[in-house]
């Protein structure tokens, strides 16, 4: 499974847990059931739940600025398992991870379906119930807590042999994970290798920016625009900007004067050629 953790500065604990819970994705099986696991909490509402995580954060014992007050962890499988995964088995894994994740801090975790994946939210304090210890994890931690939560996945679920990630293998071109898993299942370049061979093929062959554009729309590539300026192109349905591929104005701008100084030495050997064939006549 692939796990994502995202912090939060701000203590939008009840924001979070809104999304969790109302949100259009939330998943629920034929029946109509889903689950809520709350661990170190009380009661059955976000109005209780929130209360709680703020109260806990008095215990907290180095308070700064910037610190965590909680963490959006998700979970989620590769849809190529879609005919194989349950509720049953989403929450024994999410419960799992708790254990693994440490057992002293506050957390709700509810299940969500989207573009054909399954996976689930957790909202975790940013520090243990009632110790005021951190629940931050080094590079290390977390990468120990991906294999732990993997491995009691492949023990417990093989026939979810899809959604088992590379953890800790480094990657050249540093792919995200989501990125080499489908290059790992399907054996084709991801959507962003696709474009970025495309770009620097019309980037080679361009004079300058204006060019690029063109040969860009000449492969059958389309664009698009922000604030009147052409920003990057679109492909199966993905936004792909072309200063986070690596064409920026700088690169454009050494395009046009590596262009320039091509055409002045071209004009250069015309003249004289001409100097040349006058001298013959």
Same mark, same amino acid.
């Given at each position: 499974?692939?796990i994502?953790i995202?912090s ?18 939330r998943l ?7 689950f809520?696991i709350?661990h170190n909490l009380?009661g059955?509402n ?9 109260q ?5 014992l180095r308070?700064?600025?910037d610190?965590?007050?909680l963490?959006?962890?998700i979970?989620?499988w ?10 049953a088995?989403m ?5 799992e991870?708790?254990k693994?994740r440490n057992?002293?801090?506050i957390?709700?975790?509810i299940p969500h379906?989207d573009?054909?994946?399954?996976h689930?939210?957790?909202? /975790? ?5 009632k110790t005021? !210890?951190?629940?931050r994890l080094? %590079?290390q931690?977390?990468? =120990? *807590?991906k294999?732990?939560?993997q ?5 417990q679920f093989?026939?979810l042999?899809? /959604?088992?990630?590379k953890?800790?293998?480094k990657? !050249?071109q540093?792919?995200?994970? %989501?990125?080499y898993q489908a =290059? *790992?299942r399907?054996g084709?370049?991801?959507n962003?290798e696709e474009?970025?061979?495309?770009l620097?093929d019309?980037f080679k ?5 204006e ?5 860009? %729309?000449?492969?059958g ?10 920003t990057g192109?679109l492909?199966n349905?993905?936004?792909f900007?072309f200063?986070?591929l690596?064409f920026?104005e700088?690169n ?5 004067k590596?262009s320039k ?6 004009t250069?050997?015309d003249?004289?050629?001409?100097r040349?064939?006058n001298?013959?006549?």
């Amino acid at each position: 499974m692939i796990i994502k953790i995202k912090s939060h500065k701000r203590p939008s604990f009840n924001r979070v847990l809104e999304y969790m819970i109302n949100n259009k994705d939330r998943l629920f099986d034929n029946k109509g059931n889903s689950f809520v696991i709350t661990h170190n909490l009380k009661g059955n509402n976000i109005k209780s739940w929130v209360k709680q995580y703020e109260q806990n954060e008095q215990y907290r014992l180095r308070s700064r600025k910037d610190s965590v007050k909680l963490t959006h962890e998700i979970l989620s499988w590769h849809n190529k398992d879609r005919e194989n995964i349950t509720l049953a088995k989403m929450e024994k894994m999410a419960r799992e991870y708790i254990k693994h994740r440490n057992q002293k801090g506050i957390y709700v975790a509810i299940p969500h379906f989207d573009k054909d994946h399954f996976h689930v939210h957790i909202c /975790s304090s940013g520090i243990e119930y009632k110790t005021g !210890k951190s629940l931050r994890l080094s %590079k290390q931690e977390l990468q =120990k *807590l991906k294999k732990g939560i993997q491995q009691y996945q492949i023990e417990q679920f093989p026939e979810l042999s899809n /959604s088992i990630v590379k953890h800790g293998v480094k990657n !050249k071109q540093r792919l995200s994970e %989501k990125e080499y898993q489908a =290059k *790992l299942r399907t054996g084709r370049a991801t959507n962003k290798e696709e474009i970025l061979k495309t770009l620097n093929d019309c980037f080679k062959q361009a004079k300058n920016k204006e060019s690029f554009f063109g040969l860009i %729309k000449k492969v059958g590539l389309e664009t698009y625009n922000r604030n009147g300026q052409v920003t990057g192109v679109l492909h199966n349905n993905y936004k792909f900007r072309f200063n986070r591929l690596g064409f920026n104005e700088k690169n454009f701008d050494e395009l046009s004067k590596v262009s320039k100084r091509e055409q002045e030495i071209g004009t250069t050997r015309d003249k004289s050629k001409d100097r040349g064939i006058n001298r013959n006549r």
